[in-house]
T-cell receptor, first 113, second 113 residues
Framework: NAGVTQTPKFQVLKTGQSMTLQCAQD?????MYWYRQDPGMGLRLIYY???????DKGEVPNGYNVSRLNKREFSLRLESAAPSQTSVYFC????????????FGAGTRLSVL | LAKTTQPISMDSYEGQEVNITCSHN???????ITWYQQFPSQGPRFIIQ???TKVTNEVASLFIPADRKSSTLSLPRVSLSDTAVYYC??????????????FGTGTRLLVSP
């Protein structure tokens, strides 16, 4: 019973490099989300996908792109990484009938040098 | 989404009861109150959710007064493992289409021996 799986767990990039953070859920949830969390801060929504085939911007989308590959997978791409994108990234999913209950992955810790 | 206000931090000792209050003056009629727990280096985890009066599960109790402008998360007899950040969120779970969650900075609970 994996829930929400994120890869990789850790990543170090140089400024200007690109990478894709992967997220997959096995709970047949419709909605998926990407958040970032900076030290001592709450989570901020980057992008979300209400259902397969749809994506939309959250609170802090600049510098990121997303792809809802299928119902299970939702990836986050940094095209040209910047030090300001150093953060912990969390993916989450939610079923349409859940009452504000999201299930989170373990996170990806990203450092951009 | 209704704005919430929580204490930034709280301290307690093992075996004590801890009550964390969240203020949400602008809560709407259809909004539910949801609490999440986040341990260091992990994603948030759903604890409890309620609409009015009292809700109890194996982890915590949630008290909501009649005017619903605040709520109190109660953790009975805390242990060291309850040291975490606790987030209060308010939103309409039945809002058609999509439900974003807005996480504030939460309440950092430190339990000491």
């Amino acid at each position: 019973n994996a829930g929400v799986t994120q890869t990789p767990k850790f990543q170090v990039l140089k400024t200007g490099q690109s990478m894709t953070l992967q997220c997959a859920q096995d709970m047949n949830h419709n909605s998926m989300y990407w958040y970032r969390q900076d030290p001592g801060m709450g989570l901020r929504l980057i992008y979300y996908s209400a259902s397969e085939g749809t994506t939309d911007k959250g609170e802090v989308p600049n510098g990121y792109n997303v792809s809802r590959l299928n119902k299970r997978e939702f990836s986050l791409r940094l095209e040209s990484a910047a030090p300001s994108q150093t953060s912990v990234y969390f993916c989450a999913s939610r079923t349409a009938v859940a009452k504000n209950i999201q299930y989170f992955g373990a996170g990806t810790r990203l450092s951009v040098l | 989404l209704a704005k919430t206000t929580q204490p930034i931090s709280m301290d307690s000792y093992e075996g004590q009861e801890v009550n964390i209050t969240c203020s949400h003056n602008n809560i709407a009629t259809n909004d539910y109150i949801t609490w999440y727990q986040q341990f260091p280096s992990q994603g948030p985890r759903f604890i409890i959710q309620g609409y009015k009066t009292k809700v109890t599960n194996e982890v915590a109790s949630l008290f909501i007064p009649a005017d619903r402008k605040s709520s109190t998360l109660s953790l009975p007899r805390v242990s060291l493992s309850d040291t975490a950040v606790y987030y209060c969120l308010v939103g309409d779970p039945l809002n058609t289409g999509f439900q974003k969650l807005v996480f504030g900075t939460g309440t950092r609970l430190l339990v000491s021996p």
